[in-house]
């Protein structure tokens, strides 16, 4: 825990032994000067942080140290989860003189995948000795992907919750309109209309209704997605892809129409089984 321009902020501190990037998530930053100024002692921020303080690659960050303020350079933005993204990444030797770190709380081994079980079996070992914790990166991903896959369902269910409510206000609204068009349909009958053009008729109401619905939604619905897409990274302080799928479109639309079709069917049934003589009598 650290303090920085009256932010409480969590600096992360490792040692970076691989001159490859593979550590960040960069939003801003290329890689290998990312690399090269982590070591120099500058630091990397969680773009959430990055956000709030309106600070980027290049900047001066300060940061409250043993020695007073020390302002540090920016080096570049990751995408971080970690306390809320609310993040500096720091190597270990510049937060061992500034913050006076000792200690590890960590550490991160990599194997061929060769030799996964095998070391594995050392490190759980060596776990139970020493009262440590030992997870896997594989049954991490697990974990976050069943969370991911969860809240995605959720998703899911809310649109096909969405599309019942749909099909319901579409039958209660044709049903009413069936209702006003009573002495009207009796009418028409009277005058030779068979029970299959009454069926059309509501059907063709239902159709019309439904394009004019879906057609103007559809495409506000991706405005809409798009500029709340604009807003995560202000908001949020994470970046998030926007990513437009044609086919889902069309298959959500063609659901839609679908249903529109089905919900119609009871109300146009309705309505070619009118009895002419209440029919006429209705008011």
């Not at 069943?146 to 096909?160: E, F, K, P, T």
């Amino acid at each position: 825990q650290a303090t920085s321009a009256d932010n409480s902020v969590i600096v992360v501190v490792r040692e970076f032994t691989s001159d490859k990037q593979d550590y960040f998530d960069l939003v801003d930053g290329n890689d290998e000067e990312v690399m090269r100024g982590i070591k120099q002692g500058k630091v990397v921020l969680g773009s959430v942080l990055a956000q709030r303080i309106k600070l980027g690659r290049g900047d001066i960050i300060p940061l409250e140290t043993r020695e007073g303020v020390k302002q540090l350079t920016i080096v570049g933005t990751t995408n971080d989860y970690v306390g809320g993204g609310m993040t500096i990444y720091m190597h270990r030797q510049a937060a061992k003189e500034l913050l006076d770190v000792e200690g590890v709380d960590a550490y991160i081994v990599r194997a061929s995948s060769g030799h996964l079980a095998a070391v594995e079996s050392s490190l759980q070992k060596l776990s139970t000795e020493h009262g440590l914790l030992l997870q896997s990166y594989a049954d991490l991903v697990q974990f976050i992907e069943r969370m991911m896959n969860g809240v995605i369902g959720s998703l899911w269910a809310l649109l096909a919750l969405g599309f019942v409510i749909a099909a319901f206000g579409l039958v209660n609204t044709l049903a009413m309109n069936i209702l006003e068009q009573t002495r009207e349909l009796g009418v028409l009958r009277v005058v030779a209309m068979t029970r299959r053009q009454v069926r059309r008729t509501i059907l063709a109401q239902a159709i019309m209704m439904g394009l004019i619905g879906l057609a103007p939604g559809t495409i506000l619905g991706v405005v809409v997605a798009y500029f709340i897409n604009l807003a995560t990274l202000p908001t949020t302080g994470h970046a998030v892809l926007f990513v437009f799928r044609p086919w889902l479109l069309v298959i959500s639309f063609s659901l839609a129409f679908l249903i529109v079709l089905v919900a119609a069917w009871i109300p146009a049934e309705r309505a070619a089984r009118l009895k002419l003589s209440d029919a006429l009598q209705y008011e």
